[in-house]
């Protein structure tokens, strides 16, 4: 009935995730809500007005939780968040603590950053910025330098 008056869903999935999305007006950050209501584990891609987020990634949500990710997340001046498929546990003025909870984590910055110690992760570099991937790194909490 909607879709016959025109009115169009901001985001996209397949497998019945919730999503929301909330911008701040001031900072252009978005909030991402995703919540899964079932009882078995959802994987999927996310899609926010026809562009497909996370590079392509699939977000896994675990039964009966959710994840509430950032885009756009202004950190520093020179520095700023493209995207987490992982969620911010805590801000300090030089590093974040992120909550690792899928197999695969990958966070966007805009500018180079430094993962603490002891922390494998692989590094790519596109026109966005540098792309962090963290495999197996499951229930593990890390802290960025920022």
Not at 130 to 143: D, G, T
Request: aromatic share 12%; with cysteine; glycine share 4%.
């Amino acid at each position: 009935m909607a879709e016959r008056a025109g009115v169009k869903p901001i985001t996209k999935t397949e497998e019945f995730l919730d999503v929301w999305i909330r911008k701040d007006p001031k900072t252009d950050t978005k909030f991402l809500f995703i919540n899964n209501y079932d009882d078995f584990s959802k994987s999927e891609k996310i899609t926010l007005d026809d562009k497909v987020l996370f590079d392509g990634h699939k977000i896994s949500v675990n039964p009966k939780s959710g994840l509430l990710l950032l885009l756009d997340y202004k950190l520093k001046d020179n520095c700023k968040l493209v995207y987490s498929t992982c969620e911010i546990i805590k801000r300090d003025e030089d590093f974040i603590t992120l909550k690792l909870i899928q197999d695969l984590e990958i966070i966007k910055f805009t500018n180079k950053v430094k993962i603490q110690d002891g922390v494998d992760f692989e590094l790519f570099e596109d026109l966005e910025g540098y792309k962090y991937i963290f495999k197996n790194s499951k229930e593990k909490e890390i802290k960025i330098f920022i």
